[in-house]
């Protein structure tokens, strides 16, 4: 048990860093009263999801590998707390276009993304 727990919180750390970084970045390029940052965390982790389990249905990968990929790694680098966040901040300063824009393009092309990673790694194999 105790492995489980250091691959959930090694990868948590991991994913975390790597959304703190991202977030940095658009801080510091753009400025806008439109999520992006959350946007693209959240699409790329979508498409990573899907991609991996694809691969993951053909080549073994260790339960401890899987927990430390998607709960550890993925889970910590997309967040639904922040997309929470985001939509009520939308909310709140009266940017209804970009909250309903915001909440379409990360669940339809989120999804939408996750199933054509997980397709696309069928292709290779």
Known sequence: MIHKLLAVAFGGSI?????????????????????????????????????LWGLFDK????????????????GSFTTYSTFAFDVFSLSKEGEFRNMIIYILSTNVVGIGLAFFGYYLSRLIY
């Open 59 to 74: 080549f073994y990968i260790s339960s401890g590998l899987r927990l430390f990929i998607f709960i550890g790694i993925l």
């Open 15 to 51: 994913g975390a860093v790597s959304r703190f970084l991202i977030y940095h970045f658009f801080d510091r390029t753009y400025q806008s009263h439109f999520p992006w940052a959350s946007l693209i965390v959240n699409l790329i982790g979508s498409l990573l999801i899907g991609f």
